[in-house]
């Protein structure tokens, strides 16, 4: 596959936060076995942005001129993963991850997931140690929410 000939592979995704006077929630979309992001590959000559956009509204619904990127913030993970249509190839696939403001929570049309839910911000937050609880760590220390 082209798009995995440099072993190393960019997606990109949005933490989509709704905040409503003093609170606030953030939306994570479910699979059958773990919670997740709105997230996806980029397309060739795409930037991460385009892409993290575009693959919110293909997973959610959500138009991207409902969403506001905040413009400071910018979240990157690295793990290995595995491709089905690659064999026992490993490849190394960095997740670029914005986060996103909504002024409310529209309806969700949801595509590859089982579910979604809004959770309350209330950090420090225990949800999945791999990459969901270091990209809302990164969010409560940018925020200035660091909790208790």
Same mark, same amino acid.
């Given at each position: 596959?082209? %798009?995995?000939?440099?072993?190393?592979?960019?997606?990109?995704?949005?933490?989509?936060?709704?905040?409503?006077?003093?609170?606030?929630?953030?939306?994570?979309?479910?699979?059958?076995?773990?919670?997740?992001?709105?997230?996806?590959?980029?397309? &060739?000559?795409?930037?991460?942005?385009?892409?993290?956009? %575009?693959?919110?509204?293909?997973?959610?619904?959500?138009?991207?001129?409902?969403?506001?990127?905040?413009?400071?913030?910018?979240?990157?993970?690295?793990?290995?993963?595995?491709?089905?249509?690659?064999?026992?190839?490993?490849?190394?696939?960095?997740?670029?991850?914005?986060?996103?403001?909504?002024?409310?929570?529209? &309806?969700?049309?949801?595509?590859?997931?089982?579910?979604?839910?809004?959770?309350?911000?209330?950090?420090?937050?225990?949800? &999945?140690?791999?990459?969901?609880?270091?990209?809302?760590?990164?969010?409560? &220390?940018? %925020?200035?929410?660091?909790?208790?």
């Amino acid at each position: 596959m082209k %798009r995995f000939a440099n072993q190393e592979v960019k997606a990109a995704g949005i933490l989509l936060m709704s905040v409503t006077g003093d609170s606030a929630e953030f939306l994570l979309l479910r699979h059958p076995d773990r919670w997740d992001l709105p997230k996806g590959h980029c397309e &060739q000559g795409e930037s991460l942005r385009h892409a993290a956009l %575009r693959e919110t509204e293909e997973e959610t619904g959500i138009p991207a001129d409902q969403i506001s990127l905040d413009e400071n913030f910018l979240f990157k993970i690295t793990y290995p993963v595995r491709y089905p249509a690659t064999g026992s190839q490993i490849f190394q696939k960095q997740v670029n991850y914005f986060l996103g403001y909504l002024t409310s929570k529209p &309806q969700l049309k949801l595509t590859e997931h089982e579910g979604a839910e809004w959770f309350r911000w209330n950090p420090p937050h225990r949800i &999945q140690s791999q990459t969901i609880d270091p990209l809302l760590a990164a969010v409560a &220390q940018h %925020r200035g929410d660091l909790g208790d």
